[in-house]
């Protein structure tokens, strides 16, 4: 059973690939668990051993499709959880990343999967993430694309956010977005790329900065086109 650590390893690699498979420098890797290049270059050699990722040195790392599928296991237990604590314990969004950081360790294929099937078999969690299934691939979701590339003048729901770290989401808090919140977009400063906004619940019209408008993603309020999330699409 893999540790602790090695869980924490394989899951930032798998953010890390953003989707693409690509090999990632093991200084991204050590900055994104917080360790120092030298110890994760010794975890990579630990992780080469066990089969779980290709490291060549000066070129990078990246998983093997069995290392893969271990860090979509754990990524689909974090989601879950946080799924969980916010449908079920009255947890905000931005209260449970840290709390499904440590639940997500409980390596229990029938906990995870009766805990998939009490929620009811959700795509999403509450950052708007898709969840992987018990087959490591992602359940499909409506198609959605960001706020910062949306068209002007057409009724727009958020449906998720980017890289949600906690003050990002206390942020949007403040300006009284969450997941649901209906808008359209007014008018485009191509300066900053900017946006004025409307919220349907105001006629009042809102300024949102561009870091707020490329971490949203939003969709047409009316019904859109299912899509399939590949099975390496980078997580959150």
């Given at each position: 059973?893999?540790?602790?650590?090695?869980?924490?390893?394989?899951?930032?690699?798998?953010?890390?690939?953003?989707?693409?498979?690509?090999r990632?420098?093991?200084t991204?890797?050590?900055?994104?668990?917080g360790?120092?290049?030298?110890s994760?270059?010794?975890?990579?050699?630990?992780l080469?051993?066990?089969?779980?990722v290709?490291?060549?040195?000066?070129y990078?790392?990246?998983?093997?499709?069995?290392?893969q599928?271990l860090?979509?296991?754990?990524?689909?237990?974090?989601?879950?959880?946080e799924?969980?604590?916010?449908?079920?314990?009255?947890f905000?969004?931005?209260?449970?990343?840290?709390?499904?950081?440590?639940l997500?360790h409980?390596d229990?294929?029938?906990?995870?999967?009766r805990l998939?099937?009490?929620?009811?078999?959700?795509?999403?969690?509450?950052?708007g993430?898709?969840i992987p299934?018990?087959?490591?691939?992602f359940?499909?979701?409506a198609a959605r694309?960001?706020?910062?590339?949306?068209?002007?003048?057409?009724?727009?729901?958020?449906?998720?956010?980017?890289?949600?770290g906690?003050?990002?989401?206390?942020?949007?808090g403040v300006?009284?977005i969450?997941?649901?919140?209906r808008l359209?977009?007014?008018?485009?400063?191509?300066?900053?790329?900017?946006?004025?906004?409307?919220?349907d619940?105001?006629?009042?019209?809102q300024?949102?900065?561009?870091?707020?408008c490329?971490?949203?993603?939003?969709?047409?309020?009316?019904?859109s086109?299912v899509?399939?999330?590949?099975?390496s699409?980078s997580?959150n």
């Amino acid at each position: 059973m893999p540790t602790v650590s090695v869980e924490n390893y394989l899951k930032a690699i798998l953010h890390l690939q953003d989707g693409d498979g690509d090999r990632v420098s093991t200084t991204a890797v050590a900055e994104k668990v917080g360790a120092t290049p030298a110890s994760t270059s010794a975890m990579m050699t630990r992780l080469g051993d066990r089969g779980w990722v290709e490291h060549e040195r000066y070129y990078g790392v990246r998983l093997t499709e069995k290392g893969q599928r271990l860090a979509m296991d754990i990524l689909r237990r974090h989601r879950l959880w946080e799924r969980f604590l916010v449908d079920h314990l009255g947890f905000e969004w931005d209260q449970v990343h840290e709390i499904a950081e440590e639940l997500e360790h409980v390596d229990s294929v029938e906990l995870t999967n009766r805990l998939d099937a009490f929620l009811g078999f959700p795509k999403l969690d509450p950052h708007g993430d898709a969840i992987p299934g018990p087959n490591g691939r992602f359940r499909s979701v409506a198609a959605r694309t960001l706020l910062a590339e949306a068209p002007r003048n057409l009724d727009l729901v958020v449906v998720g956010v980017v890289d949600g770290g906690d003050a990002f989401l206390r942020h949007l808090g403040v300006l009284g977005i969450e997941l649901g919140s209906r808008l359209t977009v007014i008018e485009r400063h191509a300066f900053d790329g900017s946006l004025v906004v409307r919220f349907d619940n105001s006629e009042e019209q809102q300024l949102l900065a561009p870091g707020v408008c490329e971490r949203l993603w939003v969709d047409q309020s009316n019904p859109s086109p299912v899509i399939v999330f590949p099975e390496s699409e980078s997580p959150n």
